[in-house]
C-alpha cells in the first residue's frame, strides 16, 4: 500500500508541476519578463529615436573616415556616421507601465521581423530626438542588419551580444544633431513602436529522481486536504 501511494502521490505531483510551470510567470530580477513580439499587422517598430540613454544600456560608436569604430573619439575629416545597437537578441529590457513594473525581451526570429516590417512599411526615414516624436531632417539611415558570426556579421565593440541582435547605422548630415553627439547629448539609440507581449513560462527541471520527487512533495504539501489524504 505504501508503494501504490507513492506511486499515486508521485503522478499527482508530477502533474502538479505541469499544471504548477504553466501559471506561474518567469521573473527577471524579481520582475515579471515577457516576451515582445510583432506578429499583428499593426504591430512593430515604426520610429528610432536618438537618446541622451540607451535603454539597451549601450552607447553607439563614432567612426572616422577610414570605417574605424571608435568609441567616445573624433577624428577628422569627419564622416557623420554613427552605428550602434539597437536591441540585444533575449536582452531583458525595463519598462514601467504606471505603477506596474516589468521586463521586456525580443528573440531573433521577432528582431528580423521586426526590421522587415520596418523598412517593408516605409520608416526608414522616421528618426527622431530623446522620443520627442517630431521627426528631425538629415539624419539617414544606411543600414540595418542582424548580427550573424557565422556570415561574419559581427560588428566590432559588440562582440559579446548574441546572434539575433539588431543593429542601426545612420549617416547624419543635419550639423546640429552631429555636434549634439559629438558633445554627448545623445549617446544611442532607442526605438518605439505597438508591440504585443506573452508571458514566458517558467522552466522546471530536476537533477535526478530524488531531486525530482522532493520537488513533488513540496509541491503536494501546497495541494488541497483531499490530495494530502490520497490512499
Given at each position: 500500500?505504501?508503494?501504490?501511494?507513492?506511486?499515486?502521490?508521485?503522478?499527482?505531483?508530477?502533474?502538479?508541476?505541469?499544471?504548477?510551470?504553466?501559471?506561474?510567470?518567469?521573473?527577471?530580477?524579481?520582475?515579471?519578463?515577457?516576451?515582445?513580439?510583432?506578429?499583428?499587422?499593426?504591430?512593430?517598430?515604426?520610429?528610432?529615436?536618438?537618446?541622451?540613454?540607451?535603454?539597451?544600456?549601450?552607447?553607439?560608436?563614432?567612426?572616422?573616415?577610414?570605417?574605424?569604430?571608435?568609441?567616445?573619439?573624433?577624428?577628422?575629416?569627419?564622416?557623420?556616421?554613427?552605428?550602434?545597437?539597437?536591441?540585444?537578441?533575449?536582452?531583458?529590457?525595463?519598462?514601467?507601465?504606471?505603477?506596474?513594473?516589468?521586463?521586456?525581451?525580443?528573440?531573433?526570429?521577432?528582431?528580423?521581423?521586426?526590421?522587415?516590417?520596418?523598412?517593408?512599411?516605409?520608416?526608414?526615414?522616421?528618426?527622431?530626438?530623446?522620443?520627442?516624436?517630431?521627426?528631425?531632417?538629415?539624419?539617414?539611415?544606411?543600414?540595418?542588419?542582424?548580427?550573424?558570426?557565422?556570415?561574419?556579421?559581427?560588428?566590432?565593440?559588440?562582440?559579446?551580444?548574441?546572434?539575433?541582435?539588431?543593429?542601426?547605422?545612420?549617416?547624419?548630415?543635419?550639423?546640429?544633431?552631429?555636434?549634439?553627439?559629438?558633445?554627448?547629448?545623445?549617446k544611442g539609440f532607442s526605438l518605439a513602436?505597438?508591440?504585443?507581449?506573452?508571458?514566458?513560462?517558467?522552466?522546471?527541471?530536476?537533477?535526478?529522481?530524488?531531486?525530482?520527487?522532493?520537488?513533488?512533495?513540496?509541491?503536494?504539501?501546497?495541494?488541497?486536504?483531499?490530495?494530502?489524504?490520497?490512499?
Open positions: 500500500m505504501l508503494i501504490i501511494n507513492y506511486l499515486v502521490l508521485r503522478h499527482i505531483a508530477v502533474s502538479a508541476i505541469y499544471i504548477y510551470q504553466k501559471t506561474i510567470m518567469k521573473e527577471y530580477k524579481g520582475l515579471p519578463i515577457y516576451q515582445g513580439l510583432v506578429d499583428d499587422e499593426g504591430a512593430g517598430m515604426y520610429c528610432i529615436s536618438l537618446v541622451a540613454y540607451a535603454a539597451t544600456e549601450e552607447n553607439f560608436l563614432y567612426f572616422n573616415e577610414d570605417k574605424t569604430p571608435l568609441k567616445f573619439a573624433i577624428q577628422n575629416p569627419e564622416k557623420h556616421i554613427v552605428r550602434g545597437l539597437l536591441m540585444g537578441c533575449g536582452q531583458p529590457i525595463y519598462r514601467r507601465n504606471g505603477d506596474y513594473e516589468f521586463y521586456i525581451t525580443f528573440n531573433a526570429e521577432t528582431l528580423a521581423l521586426m526590421a522587415e516590417k520596418y523598412l517593408k512599411n516605409g520608416f526608414s526615414s522616421m528618426v527622431d530626438l530623446n522620443h520627442d516624436g517630431q521627426p528631425v531632417d538629415g539624419v539617414n539611415m544606411t543600414q540595418i542588419f542582424i548580427k550573424n558570426t557565422e556570415e561574419g556579421i559581427n560588428p566590432k565593440g559588440f562582440e559579446d551580444y548574441k546572434d539575433g541582435s539588431l543593429f542601426v547605422e545612420f549617416k547624419v548630415h543635419n550639423e546640429e544633431v552631429w555636434n549634439a553627439i559629438k558633445d554627448g547629448d545623445f513602436g505597438a508591440f504585443e507581449i506573452a508571458e514566458i513560462p517558467t522552466e522546471f527541471s530536476a537533477q535526478s529522481e530524488d531531486d525530482e520527487f522532493a520537488a513533488c512533495m513540496q509541491l503536494i504539501e501546497k495541494l488541497t486536504n483531499k490530495i494530502k489524504n490520497v490512499k
